[in-house]
């Protein structure tokens, strides 16, 4: 079965660094998009970032360049670069990977994602 498990999350002070690291396992078709999502206590789902399959990327604006999203196709794997955080940066991050089935059609699989916690 597909998996997908996200690593790399912990406690930070503001101001700090974090890498996410995604892992995509046990599919049999190419992986299209990956993006992280993260969803924190009272607020909304939002998109962080999306990298597509030849490497172009798309950003929630409102990250300000502090995230940065990569990706290795021979590892399957997917990562996010977090600078600067911030205590508004506190969710948990999931990742996602779109498959690509012959004929066009997609699929999202979620991983149940890592926490992000930034402190003063």
């Known amino acids: 079965q597909v998996q997908v498990v996200e690593s790399g999350g912990g406690s930070v002070q503001a101001g700090g660094s974090l890498r996410l690291s995604c892992t995509v396992s046990?599919?049999?078709?190419?992986?299209?998009?990956m993006t992280w999502y993260r969803k924190a206590p009272g607020r909304l789902r939002e998109m962080v970032a999306t990298?597509?399959?030849?490497?172009?990327?798309d950003y929630n604006d409102l990250l300000k360049g502090r995230f940065t999203i990569s990706r290795d196709n021979d590892k399957h794997m997917s990562y996010l670069q977090m600078n600067n955080l911030e205590p508004g940066d506190t969710a948990n991050y999931r990742c996602?990977?779109?498959?690509?089935?012959?004929?066009?059609?997609?699929?999202?699989?979620w991983g149940q994602g890592t926490h992000v916690t930034v402190s003063l």
């Open positions: 046990g599919h049999a078709d190419p992986i299209n998009s």
């Open positions: 990298i597509h399959s030849r490497g172009t990327t």
């Open positions: 996602s990977a779109e498959l690509l089935y012959p004929g066009g059609d997609t699929r999202d699989f």
